[in-house]
Nanobody
């Protein structure tokens, strides 16, 4: 069982930045596809960014150029740097260790999930 704990959410104004963190209970990065996902009120959960097992990264079109996913293997921690935030980025953000993923396709799937951290962007 893998436990994931997100932190770093909060309220910011449009144009601002936040960095989300996801701490894992074990070394996940060699065995799982690590990703960030989000769910806005009344909408389905969607993919934001992921790091595939080989280290390649993929992003949803809506966040390309604004968000950066990274990981610190020594700390078993996944990050999501979010810049130039927009009101439409408002959502609960989830970290996940997926059993598998496809390069370039960032979608939710089976795996271990955190409880989420809320990001609110005001205009």
């Amino acid at each position: 069982q893998v436990q994931l704990v997100e932190s770093g959410g909060g309220s910011v104004q449009a144009g601002g930045s936040l960095r989300l963190s996801c701490g894992a209970s074990i070394d996940t990065y060699s065995n799982y596809c690590m990703g960030w996902f989000r769910q806005a009120p009344g909408k389905e959960r969607e993919g934001v960014a992921q790091i595939e097992k080989g280290g390649s990264t993929s992003y949803a079109d809506s966040v390309k150029g604004r968000f950066t996913i990274s990981q610190d293997n020594a700390k078993n921690t996944l990050y999501l740097q979010m810049n130039s935030l927009k009101p439409e980025d408002t959502a609960m953000y989830y970290c996940a260790a997926l059993f598998s993923c496809r390069k370039g396709v960032v979608v939710p799937g089976p795996g271990y999930w955190g409880q989420g951290t809320l990001v609110t962007v005001s205009s």
